[in-house]
């Protein structure tokens, strides 16, 4: 009786440990497919996106020896993102700036207009707050030219008063809502202000060097993943 009984026990026992190696074996394989199906998405994910933005809003110009005055902006920026990892990315592109405002100088009262061309370098963040909405910030500098620059006093016109190439930093923040497949569109705020100046010509009639400080915009932003 007592062989039978440890025959019986070692039964059950071989029994529950081949059925806790096969919940084991499954286990396993579930989680497996889990991320090899995980590992699928992120490599049917694109990495490349292009995302515009276009906003509203105002400037300091800042003089070294004229006094100060603000400037609205309309600017809007078109940029090619590139993801290298899950929340981050590089994106660069173009950017255009026209700019338009009251001041006064030494020469008197004038209406100034002004068109900045821009080319960006950013690292982007990126990422999900829910399955609807996303997140984009950038953060990088910017190298600019002066492409249209015109001083309107009473009696004359001063054009291409300031020119030339200079570089400041930037950053953004958007609010991104699903549209469509791989179409999305938000809302952002961007601000940006120069580190180098601009110098006048001599033959402009003021001597001065100056630079474009918080320029801040509220507007749209829209991001297509490629």
């Not at 300031?162 to 699903?178: C, M, S, V």
Request: no cysteine; charged share 20%.
């Amino acid at each position: 009786m007592k062989h039978v009984g440890n025959n019986l026990r070692n039964k059950i026992y071989n029994k529950y440990e081949s059925m806790k190696n096969e919940k084991n074996l499954l286990i396993l394989i579930a989680i497996i497919f889990s991320f090899l199906s995980i590992s699928a998405q992120e490599e049917n994910k694109s990495k490349f996106s292009i995302i515009g933005n276009g906003g509203i809003g105002y400037g300091i110009v800042k003089n070294d020896s004229e006094p100060n005055y603000n400037l609205n902006t309309n600017s809007g920026e078109l940029l090619i993102n590139y993801n290298f990892s899950e929340n981050f990315g590089i994106a660069t592109g173009i950017g255009l700036n026209l700019l338009t405002g009251n001041g006064f100088n030494s020469l008197g009262e004038f209406y100034h207009e002004r068109n900045y061309i821009k080319i960006p370098l950013l690292l982007s963040i990126s990422g999900e707050l829910n399955e609807k909405i996303e997140f984009f910030s950038s953060i990088g500098f910017y190298s600019q030219n002066i492409v249209g620059d015109n001083y309107h006093y009473l009696s004359s016109k001063i054009e291409n008063n300031f020119e030339g190439w200079n570089f400041g930093g930037q950053i953004g923040l958007g609010i991104l809502f699903n549209f469509k497949n791989k179409m999305k569109f938000g809302f952002a705020f961007n601000g940006q202000s120069d580190f180098s100046k601009f110098k006048s010509r001599n033959s402009s009639g003021i001597v001065d060097k100056q630079k474009m400080k918080n320029l801040n915009t509220l507007g749209i932003i829209f991001k297509f993943e490629l």
